[in-house]
T-cell receptor, first 109, second 114 residues
Framework: RKEVEQDPGPFNVPEGATVAFNCTYS??????FFWYRQDCRKEPKLLMS???SGNEDGRFTAQLNRASQYISLLIRDSKLSDSATYLC??????????FGPGTRLSVLP | ETGVTQSPTHLIKTRGQQVTLRCSSQ?????VSWYQQALGQGPQFIFQ???????GRGNFPPRFSGLQFPNYSSELNVNALELDDSALYLC?????????????FGPGTRLLVL
């Protein structure tokens, strides 16, 4: 079993739709979590950190449930520019980032 | 503030050769991590350098080695290249090795092994 698993995707949604991505992690020692987005043939870029209390940044909302070892990302009012691969990342304190395989999103006009 | 830079951007090698990839960390960052990303997969951790010492290693063989210099820039060396080493190699820097710090990625080096 992979340490970080994500919805396999791809997700194809119309502009304006709301889309949710799910991620689970197996290492209960993981301390911090992030969502990165990666455009085709580009490097991953930080989208947002994920906190137990949940956090929101404009159209994006991230949630962490430590009891269920589950992380989510919600995108509201999808834009064409949201098309990318979304990577869920866990970090064991003092250790490396562990990436999920990514979920690809295509927002269609 | 200068971001993370990597060189070269693309590289073609043949099996058995050796390659050196370079990374300059973002200003103010003392920790560099290297990742390998195969097509269609998430990045896989190779190793991390903090203050010129290796500070953690993923499941990669010893032919993957690295260095960090006093200015915190870093090199990734791969010996005896194999076809499966073809991938995007990403370098990421952060302010410390404590793990909670966000990592910022360079544009990567695309390596093709023929």
């Amino acid at each position: 079993r992979k340490e970080v698993e994500q919805d396999p995707g791809p997700f194809n949604v119309p502009e304006g739709a709301t889309v949710a991505f799910n991620c689970t992690y197996s290492n209960s020692a993981s301390q911090s979590f992030f969502w990165y987005r990666q455009d085709c043939r580009k490097e991953p870029k930080l989208l947002m950190s994920v906190y137990s209390s949940g956090n929101e940044d404009g159209r994006f909302t991230a949630q962490l449930n430590r009891a269920s070892q589950y992380i989510s990302l919600l995108i509201r009012d999808s834009k064409l520019s949201d098309s990318a691969t979304y990577l869920c990342v866990g970090n064991n304190y003092g250790q490396n980032f562990v990436f999920g395989p990514g979920t690809r999103l295509s927002v269609l006009p | 503030e200068t971001g993370v830079t990597q060189s070269p951007t693309h590289l073609i090698k043949t099996r058995g050769q050796q390659v050196t990839l370079r990374c300059s960390s973002q200003s103010g960052h003392n920790t560099v991590s290297w990742y390998q990303q195969a097509l269609g997969q998430g990045p896989q951790f190779i190793f991390q350098y903090y203050r010129e010492e290796e500070n953690g290693r993923g499941n990669f063989p010893p032919r993957f080695s690295g260095l960090q210099f006093p200015n915190y820039s870093s090199e990734l060396n791969v010996n005896a290249l194999e076809l499966d080493d073809s991938a995007l190699y990403l370098c990421a820097s952060s302010r410390d090795s404590a793990g909670e710090e966000t990592q910022y990625f360079g544009p990567g080096t695309r390596l093709l092994v023929l």
